[in-house]
């Protein structure tokens, strides 16, 4: 009975090693990835986005041993880069690198487009970003309340710069709504780049500027921080928060959350290739546990945080409810 029993045992034991075989066997057969791999990102090259995807590249190249090509397809506020992604081969050769909050969420909301948040799927939001608001060290302006005096009495004289369907653009719309002020007093002038927008207030083509902070260090001896939008003041900048800035004003603000930027795929591709959608994840939380990669990184002031897909996936939707109440303000 024992003798028999035993038998069973090892016959049932070798069927099970025989199926892991076939599994493993058919993943290895698999071999992903056989080829390049692109990046697309959702702006301009010298943005943030494209920064961060650019400085990741190589490192993300040598732990999953294959090449790493950053392609810009820039305009539309990222929703040309969104739908390049969909029309693609869902087959994990195609990654979307970007900054999707807010962009996502006003494409969705205010920019016609036809996907929804559910067809991406976030692999990991690396950096977290807040908005700046700062005129050109050389202008006359010395605080928020300068500055909206302007608007408000002497219209079309300040210019400002934006990237299209950014935080900072929604900021500073709202920020007019709620003083009074017809949008049409500023000389708003949207950028497909952070990268272009800084340029301008940095060489003074435009006096303001409503854009994310921490991508902004490359221009901090070219501009007077006026506020940042955050609950407390930070070390970081000089600068008080929004609502400090413009307390004699009456009013306050909500503080919106921040830009979040990183790495994402297609729903599609995540639930037809779960184990590449893994390869990809498991390499890039390797890539970004890398010490010589973290020490890059934060010299170039790039955010490298392992957030994982659950939590960033859960970021980027409670960032939609919160931007979908005030998404009509960047209707045009």
Known sequence: ????????????????????????????????????????????????????????????????????????????????????????????????????APYLATTILTGSAKYKLEDFSFINIQWFDFELLAVNKDTKFKSMIEIMEEIKNKPKTVKAAVVQGSGGHLILNLLLKKYGVPLENLNLVTYSSGGKARTAVAGGQVDLIAISAQGSESIREFIRPLAIVKDKRMKQWDAPTLNEAISSLGFKLPV?????????????????????????????????????????????????????????????????????????????
């Open 1 to 100: 009975m024992y003798t028999k029993f035993v038998k069973k045992t090892i016959k049932l034991a070798s069927v099970s090693l025989l199926g892991l075989g076939l599994i493993t066997s058919s993943m290895a057969a698999d071999n992903y990835p056989k080829k390049a791999i692109n990046v697309v990102v959702g702006f301009g090259i010298g943005g943030s986005a494209d920064r961060m995807s650019r400085s990741m590249s190589t490192f993300f190249s040598d732990e999953i041993e294959q090449r790493i090509k950053v392609i810009n397809k820039k305009g539309a506020g990222t929703q040309i880069a969104a739908n390049y992604i969909l029309k693609r081969p869902a087959d994990g050769y195609t990654v979307f690198g970007s900054t999707f």
């Open 256 to 332: 919106f959350p921040g830009s979040m930027r990183g790495f994402a795929v297609s729903t599609k591709f995540k639930n037809k290739y779960p184990e590449r959608f893994d390869i990809l994840t498991q390499a890039m939380k390797r890539t970004l546990a890398t010490k010589g990669v973290q020490k890059f990184l934060k010299k170039s002031n790039i955010g490298y945080t392992w957030t994982g897909p659950e939590k960033s996936n859960q970021l980027i939707k409670d960032s939609y409810d919160i931007f979908k109440e005030y998404a009509y303000l960047l209707k045009k």
